[in-house]
């Protein structure tokens, strides 16, 4: 029989410390669907989510209350929704809003909270279909409840496409302005990416990529909680001590997912991608990445020494859960979403946690700037200025950043937003208040860079 | 189906009882009892087996859930594997 102890640690981390599958997310192909026809297209969507998804969420809830492991979200991830816009008769926005209502519908339908895949990549260049769609963001993401877009802008192989980039800035606003009454909060559902996955469980910035097959199940875990709470057990320890505490509690975290992934793809007849080793936070107390980093002796996260702290926290989670799981991939690392994380928040409220910080730590983390409020009279030009700097950080190092900001319309600095529910509350940041606008109108590409002489 | 059943609680009478007599009354075996004072908490873990074709663990988690309430207890019903899949290479 297995230790007690082993179960009552378990049963603890569960009960105690917030471990959980953050999300079950099936990615379905859409390339079957497209055609000339919008009606015709719409139904073919339609039936294939609702056909290839049905049992999704009872199966999760199956799995949940058979292995008694708290599964949080069930999703759907598709084909760049691009792809079906280009293949379209005369593709305009009106048909493309159609399409992201037909996938609001479906995703309803069998019960899942996000649908992820209104996307575009475009880190090269623009074809009609995906100029149409990225025209359709705002509008798309106003008229919908639970679709996520994601426009992929750079890539180290491509450069930055800074064109895309001036565009998705004004788009941000567009959406804000939109959804005003909800303070923005179409772009809480918008990710601006440079390398983007293409096996991303998570939201908002899920698509099925090009690479991949029919249907497939990803899994991303979380226990921010159970990791913190190991921390505590190794206080005033070295460094050593500490990355071997965070790696060990890593491996436990993936086993569960990958014990899950596995088993939703047998019962779903579905086979298994990849689970993402993910840090997760959520608003809730003990969910909270930066109460990690100040586990390990910051006195606030963002003060100095955070970017090291988190640095050793991406790279243990990692190779503690590599060996956890057969396939590994996604975003795989600890996000840092300001608004999702009870400790950002205080952090960034109290003046310890600045946009610049943040900047830097997504260098060492998982993806980027994420559930950023900044002023709603932030202009375009500075968003895309943001954007382009994430994208570079990203393109340079070979990594996944993105931005996923709101600028809040009517609230300044220093003003709070409540998202609600696992987005959170996001305190509104500083910016800088000199302009970045001729530097945006240029447009073009940023060449790709040169991968050796690296200093 | 084997499945892990922990309880947990501050110890009184009649838990082993009350938890065993429902799961005989669920068609459900014990194979093994562990039974242990961890941080002043009465902690008992039964490894249980029964034909899943007859009950789930939720029928079961559901029953024990009442006596849970009633007793001031934490009962657990889960799958082996979720234990011996985070604790065992």
Redesign the interface.
Known sequence: ???????????NMI?NENLDIRTITMGISLKSCAGPDIDKVCENVYNKITTYAKDLVKTGEDIE?????PIINKRISVTPVATLVDALDNPTIEKSIKIAKTLDRAAKAVGVNFIGGYSALVHKGFTNGERVLIESIPEALAQTDIVCSSVNIGSTRAGINMDAVKRMGEIVKEAAELTKDTHGFACAKLVVFCNAVEDNPFMAGAFLGEGEGECVINVGVSGPGVVKCALEKVKGKDFGIVAETVKKTAF?IT??G??VAQEASKRLGVPFGIVDLSLAPTPAVGDSVAYILEEMGLEKCGTHGTTAALALLNDAVKKGGVMASGYVGGLSGAFIPVSEDAGMIAAAECGALSLEKLEAMTCVCSVGLDMIAVPGDTTAATISAIIADEAAIGMINQKTTAVRIIPAPGLKEGDSVEFGGLLGTGPVMSIKPYSSEEFIARGGRIPAPINSLKN | MKA?V?V?GKDKKGIIARVSNILFESSVNII?I?Q?I?QDMF?M?M?VEFDSNEV???DI?DKLAVAADEMGL?I?????????????I
């Not at chain 1, 209350?65 to 492991?69: D, H, V, W, Y």
């Not at chain 2, 657990?76 to 065992?88: A, C, L, P, T, Y």
């Open positions: 029989m297995i230790n007690p102890f082993e179960i009552i640690e378990t049963i009960d209350k058979q292995f008694g492991i436990k086993r569960m990958q014990l | 892990i922990t947990v093994d562990s242990t961890m902690t873990i490894m789930s663990v939720g988690d934490s657990h019903v889960q799958r082996e594997e979720i234990f011996s899949s985070m604790h065992r």
